[in-house]
């Protein structure tokens, strides 16, 4: 699977919109990008995932640039609860479609 | 709906002791997955199951074997528990049906080696 990059840590006023990047410059044609994230110990929660198109659903954005090096999750208005750690995976199809967690970024949303 | 269900929530275990984890879903999810959480880190795979009756090694399996008991269980078991072992352990499940879904995973069983 390729190699993701994200931001140790960010913060956030509430009510605004968080910006959450990562970097996988080595993703090859067939790799989704997924998010998850993990509040306070708590099993991970599935966000959003994608392949070459933006998505959206209830939770958030994701942007994926066009060459597809990087992308962005988008909280259009994060609250409080929003607080956790947010995981970028990059997965390859098939061999057990198995996940790859690295550190992931310590989102803190504000007052 | 529950969705993913590990028990127990939390262990303490002497060195030497074993001990089985157990995890259940309610999805009807052909694919199960156990990971580690250490401190600070993020997930690591230990065992998968693609499907009822077949098992594979993850990134870390030494210390573990496991069981698919049927298609809705997955458990975990630690023959020789040590302390390199306390960790907070997930159990995860998703479908076969459209290889891009997403893992669903559990809350967790957190479990002390001493």
């Known amino acids: 699977d390729a190699k993701t990059t994200q931001p140790p840590s960010m913060d956030c006023a509430e009510g605004r919109a968080a910006n959450l990047p990562c970097n996988h410059s080595?993703?090859?044609?067939?790799?989704?990008v997924y998010w998850y994230r993990q509040i306070h110990s708590q099993g991970p929660q599935y966000i959003i995932h994608?392949?070459?198109n933006n998505e959206t659903n209830e939770m958030a954005s994701l942007i994926i640039t066009e060459d597809r090096k990087s992308s962005t999750l988008i909280l259009p208005h994060a609250t409080l609860r929003d607080t956790a750690v947010y995981y970028c995976?990059?997965?390859?199809?098939?061999?057990?479609?198995?996940?790859?967690f690295g550190t992931g970024t310590q989102l803190k949303v504000e007052l | 709906n529950a969705g993913v269900t590990q028990t127990p929530k939390f262990q303490v275990l002497k060195t030497g002791q074993s001990m089985t984890l157990q995890c259940a879903q309610d999805?009807?999810?052909?694919?199960m997955y156990w990971y580690r959480q250490d401190p600070g880190m993020g997930l690591r795979l230990i065992y998968y199951?693609?499907?009822?009756?077949?098992?594979d090694k993850g990134e870390v399996p030494n210390g573990y074997n496991v069981s698919r008991l049927n298609k809705r269980e997955f458990s975990l078991r630690l023959e020789s528990a040590a302390p390199s072992q306390t960790s907070v352990y997930f159990c995860?499940?998703?479908?076969?049906?459209?290889?891009?879904?997403?893992?669903?995973f559990g809350d967790g069983t957190r479990l002390s080696i001493l």
């Open positions: 995976i990059v997965r390859v199809r098939g061999g057990g479609n198995k996940l790859t």
């Open positions: 080595t993703i090859s044609g067939n790799e989704y």
């Open positions: 199951s693609a499907s009822e009756g077949t098992t």
């Open positions: 999805m009807n999810h052909n694919s």
């Open positions: 995860a499940s998703r479908p076969t049906s459209g290889n891009n879904q997403p893992q669903h």
């Open positions: 994608g392949l070459k």
